[in-house]
C-alpha cells in the first residue's frame, strides 16, 4: 500500500519546467522528514531533494541546485518540487518519501534511503527534444 500520491510528472523539452506534487490523504505531515528521490533507466535509485517538517531545512543533489526547489504545505498535506531548466539527464521515475522526525534541524539529499518507510508509486517524468 502506498501511502503518497505523486502527480504532475509528464513529457517536456529540454529547459522546460514541471512542478511535481506529493500528497496523503491518511495522515498528517507533520514531523515528517519528506525526500524526493528518483530512478532513471539502468540506474540506481537517489536522492534528489528533502525538506524538515517545518520547511526551515532544505537540501539538494549538485546537480539540481539552483533549478529544482521543495517545498510543503502541512496543512494540505502535499509537499511540492519545483523543476525548471530541465534536463535530459534529469529523466526519471520520481517518488517522494518520508520518514518521521520532528526533531530533525536538517537533512540530506543523498542520505540513505533506507530510512524513509513512507513511499509513493512514483511519476514519470521524461526529458526530451
Known amino acids: 500500500q502506498w501511502q503518497f500520491v505523486e502527480s504532475g510528472g509528464g513529457l517536456v523539452q529540454p529547459g522546460g519546467s514541471l512542478r511535481l506534487s506529493c500528497a496523503t490523504s491518511e495522515f498528517t505531515l507533520d514531523s515528517y522528514v519528506i525526500g524526493w528521490f528518483r530512478q532513471a533507466p539502468g540506474k540506481e535509485r537517489e536522492g534528489v531533494s528533502c525538506?524538515?517538517?517545518?520547511?526551515?531545512?532544505?537540501n539538494y543533489i549538485d546537480s539540481v541546485k539552483g533549478r529544482f526547489t521543495i517545498s510543503r504545505d502541512n496543512p494540505k498535506k502535499a509537499v511540492y518540487l519545483e523543476m525548471n531548466s530541465l534536463k535530459p539527464e534529469d529523466t526519471g521515475v520520481y517518488y517522494c518519501a518520508g520518514f518521521w522526525n520532528p526533531y530533525a534541524t536538517n537533512c540530506a539529499a543523498s542520505e540513505d534511503e533506507g530510512q524513509y518507510d513512507l513511499w509513493g508509486q512514483g511519476t514519470q517524468v521524461t526529458v526530451s527534444s
Open positions: 525538506v524538515t517538517w517545518r520547511g526551515a531545512s532544505t
